[in-house]
């Protein structure tokens, strides 16, 4: 995993990875719910958030996770328990699997896989297993309702999102991440290498179908049709409580933070800055530091995308089921074939 | 000039608001470190002074929902000049209201005919257990430091006689 | 028991089958979905049972009475300046609008009629009212599509008018200040600039609404051509208010009758729609709000001085008779109808309010929509659970 002088055995780079798997996930989660959750949206609201547990209210998190984890842990009497029970364990895991191709630096990742995009899509996925499962063994209305709206929207909104990756990948000639990072770092505009050549320029149209689709697939506004809570009540998550709703609301700002750093590598080139700024060539010229300051790049600029997605979530109100899935299927999928088309036919004619 | 889209406009408010309250502070109080004044007709708890009281049981009968208890008893009251008669008056025991049950709509103090009802602003006054909502006349008698002078009215109003 | 033969049976049983196989062929099974009484779209206790097939509404009943309080018979045991304090309960939003029709015609009844200037903040108060309880519906129309910061904003503002009633009456919530014969008291020293500003903020407000909620596309999505009232169903379910404006019908109480209040002084534009969607009802609502500012600004401008109180006797005695009055409350027509048999009390009181009638279009409009639709056509409709079980 790191470039470290020692030779570490096996077990203690599998424990280092464990722990940074974890760090990595649920250091976002809780930066993203306390900066964006409690304080972005109180203030866009005028209003301050929490203030009392700890100073402005930064252990709020740490209180509200305690209060949950008090709390009895109810299964209804129709519900399926042993699914019933299974289900947030599913999504959350969905998270863990999506950050584990996710490079931080040139050695900073967790394994280096060369088919990383494809995996990720794919892994992508799984959570709406969970939700789908949630949403049938609850034994509930709303809750069926809402799995069954989940999968459906989850389901139409996987295709636009793999289709913009496509151009992505396409510029890149890699489906590796880490060489997608790499190809954006040592790019350059019109022989201009100043700021690299991150893929949002290019791609801006993918990163906009990209960060559509990733609102959606994260179920926030205008996209929380599953959750709607003025129609399902909470939908798939009706019938949780305790540290089972922890695990969807942890996997649900989880995943936000791990789709914003795909999108951060995808299209803002990731954990790099510009080789040219240092004179790097290429991967190997890197040097050992930016195992540490990549991670911080990589941290502002999951921020930044985490901090529009929040945004939108605040100030839109929310779709229709159809008018969603027309969304996707007549608009979000022609253009984003269109968008492949083009850099298609780019990418070969220049 | 060309149309914004709304859901531009919309970004727009809500960052609007963000910077606002960032630069100006929040609408909002905290509540136990700061407290808003409430204005001075607010009718937080009644007061009783309990030397103009009569026990005449006007304000008990007009309350809307009986929430005011009243005991009395005549006694006899030393003469006001030297050598008059005694006076008869009416001794209050006890007067409670019940402010779990009270609707705070302010007819027993408007109807009160001896000035002895009165409404402060204070709201502070929650109890752990809802017997202790009952207040007696003392606990009543208390509220009378809270009770502000009432507010000068506004131009063209009628002076009260 | 009549037997039946074993043909017949033979028959009957073939029937069933082919009946269920057909059903399981070409129809998918229905689904009665309660929405309420306890459910966050309801706010408060309506519930609305309806019968789904997927995710379209078949049949759908709204079923009140779950937060009846019986005024109407607890009138009948107080006296009349105590009935003011339980009926200000009625739409909790805009509670002193409930109060005035009521003592407008306990004055009818006694032939008796309060000052100009009593009227004049009366007309005030209720103006007050009119946009506490509605910029709420502004706001919590946000909610109901999903959008979680105009429900905040709403509260803000409305805080201010909240306030100013408080300053004014002292209860925020239920003034209590209307009297017979005129007012309780006259308005404390620097109200009226301070409701001037206010004014001036709540007009802010509602160009922050429009462009946070109505401007949005999402929103018009949401809301154009959803839950369409034709004018003559508004007509023949009684619809009233901004509901019935919505649908084209140009009819406002507040300018189509005679009533010793003072809003034949100011001039102000009814606003309809000629759609009759939700849209239309939520705009509606949007540009009565801008409205009631302007009749209160106009208002405070021409305050005419003098007493704010009638000469009524102590002890208010209502001749025998019978009044009905009715006005323009923030959800539509209210009214009272009034039997006194000269008593300290009124005898029987028969109370009209809007929103019992404003839902009862609910199972015509409902029929055919998606469950989304659900939520944003009983959210235009706008209904105040107090108001539809009294």
């Known amino acids: 995993m790191l470039g470290l002088a020692i030779e570490i055995p096996y077990w203690g780079q599998s424990l280092l990875r464990v722990l940074g798997g974890i760090v990595a996930v649920l250091l976002p989660a809780g930066t993203i719910v306390y900066l964006f959750l409690f304080k972005m949206m109180s203030f866009m609201q005028s209003r301050l958030g929490p203030m009392e547990a700890g100073p402005y209210g930064s252990m709020q998190l740490f209180a509200e996770v305690g209060k949950w984890l008090q709390k009895e842990d109810i299964a209804p009497e129709a519900a399926d328990v042993r699914i019933f029970k299974m289900a947030p364990i599913i999504v959350l895991v969905s998270t863990f699997l999506l950050v584990a191709v996710v490079p931080f630096g040139p050695d900073a990742y967790f394994t280096n896989f060369e088919v990383g995009v494809f995996y990720a899509l794919a892994v992508g996925s799984v959570s709406v297993i969970g939700i789908l499962i949630a949403g049938w063994a609850s034994a509930n209305k709303y809750s069926l309702l809402g799995g069954l709206r989940a999968a459906g929207q989850l389901i139409a909104y996987e295709l636009p999102m793999v289709l913009a990756v496509v151009g992505v990948v396409i510029q890149a000639g890699t489906m590796n991440l880490q060489g997608i990072v790499v190809a954006q770092n040592t790019g350059e505009i019109f022989g201009f290498a100043g700021i690299g050549f991150p893929f949002v320029i290019t791609q801006f149209v993918g990163f906009i179908i990209f960060m559509i689709a990733v609102q959606a697939e994260l179920t926030q506004a205008p996209f929380d049709m599953p959750i709607a809570e003025s129609e399902l009540v909470s939908g798939y998550m009706t019938e949780y409580s305790g540290f089972r709703f922890l695990m969807f609301f942890i996997g649900e700002f989880a995943t936000a933070g791990v789709f914003a750093f795909i999108a951060s590598v995808l299209f803002l080139g990731g954990w790099g800055i510009p080789f040219a700024w240092f004179g790097w060539e290429g991967l190997a010229d890197v040097p050992n530091w930016m195992n540490v300051a990549g991670p911080l790049i990589m941290f502002a600029k999951m921020l930044l995308l985490t901090f529009i997605i929040m945004w939108v979530r605040f100030s839109y109100p929310r779709f229709r089921e159809d008018q ?27 | 000039m060309p149309k914004v889209p709304g859901l531009i406009k919309g970004l727009g408010v809500t960052f609007g608001t963000l910077v606002r309250t960032a630069k100006e502070g929040a609408n909002t109080v905290q509540y136990p470190h700061e407290k808003e004044a409430p204005p001075i007709r607010a009718r937080g708890v009644i007061a009783l002074r309990e030397d103009n009281c009569t026990a005449c049981m ?93 507010p000068e009215l506004e131009a063209g109003a009628e002076k009260k006689k | 028991m009549t037997v039946l033969s074993d043909r017949q049976q033979l028959s009957y049983i073939a029937a069933q089958a082919a009946d269920a196989r057909l059903n399981v062929e070409l129809e998918t099974e229905g689904m009665t979905l309660n929405i309420g009484p306890q459910h966050p779209a309801t706010h408060g206790t309506l519930r609305i049972i309806a019968h789904l097939d997927g995710e379209q509404v078949v049949w759908a009943e709204p079923s009140c009475g779950y937060m009846h309080r019986g005024y109407e018979k607890l009138t009948e045991v107080r006296t009349f300046p105590q009935v003011t304090t339980l009926i200000n309960r009625i739409d909790w939003l805009g509670s002193f609008a409930n109060e005035v029709p009521f003592i407008l015609a306990a004055e009818k009844l006694m032939e008796i009629e309060a000052p100009p200037r009593a009227q004049y903040i009366r007309t005030i108060l209720f103006e007050l009212s009119r946009i506490a309880n509605v910029s709420l519906f502004l706001g919590d129309l946000g909610v109901q599509m999903g959008a979680i910061t105009p429900v905040f904003l709403a509260f803000r503002d409305r805080e201010y008018v909240l306030n100013l009633i408080e300053g004014a009456t002292g209860g925020r919530f239920h003034p209590n200040f209307d009297r017979i014969g005129g007012l309780k008291d006259d308005l404390p020293k620097g109200w009226i600039d301070e409701t001037r500003q206010v004014m001036r903020k709540l007009r802010g407000f509602c160009d922050e609404i429009e462009d946070l909620l109505f401007g949005n596309e999402i929103f018009q999505s949401r809301m154009r051509g959803i839950g369409v009232i034709p004018a003559d169903v508004a007509k023949s379910f009684g619809l009233s208010g901004a509901n019935a404006r919505a649908s084209g019908i140009d009819w406002d109480l507040r300018r189509d009758q005679v009533l010793p209040m003072a809003w034949d002084k100011v001039d102000f534009k009814v606003w309809t729609h000629p759609d009759g969607d939700c849209f239309a009802r939520c705009w509606i609502r949007l540009q009565e709000t801008r409205e009631a500012t302007k009749i209160v600004d106009q208002l405070l401008d021409d305050l005419p001085p003098g007493p704010v109180m009638a000469k009524v006797p102590r002890i208010i005695k209502v001749p025998a008779g019978e009044a009905w009055v009715a006005t323009e409350n923030p959800l539509g027509e209210m009214g009272y109808y009034v039997v006194s048999k000269g008593d300290l009390g009124p005898f029987r009181v028969k109370i009209r309010s809007a929103s019992f009638n404003n839902i009862s279009v609910v199972p015509w409009v409902l029929k055919g929509v998606y469950v989304p639709d659900i939520i944003t056509i009983l959210a235009s409709l706008y209904f105040i659970l107090g108001d539809i079980d009294r």
């Open chain 2, 58 to 150: 006007l304000c008990a009968r007009s309350c809307p929902d009986w929430c005011i208890y009243i005991e009395g008893h005549k006694q006899l009251a030393p003469p006001r000049r030297a050598g008059g008669k005694p006076r008869q008056v009416n001794h209050l025991d006890r007067f409670d209201i019940d402010y779990a049950l009270c609707m705070y709509c302010g007819i027993c103090v408007e109807v009160c005919p001896f000035d002895a009802l009165f409404w402060s602003p204070e709201y502070e006054y929650s109890e752990p257990r809802i017997a202790d909502l009952l207040h007696d006349k003392d606990k009543l008698g208390e509220w009378m430091e809270t009770v502000p002078e009432a």
């Open chain 1, 324 to 350: 969603l899935q027309t969304f996707a299927w007549k608009i979000l999928i022609p253009v984003s074939l269109l968008n492949i088309a083009v850099t298609a036919i780019i990418k070969v004619a220049v």
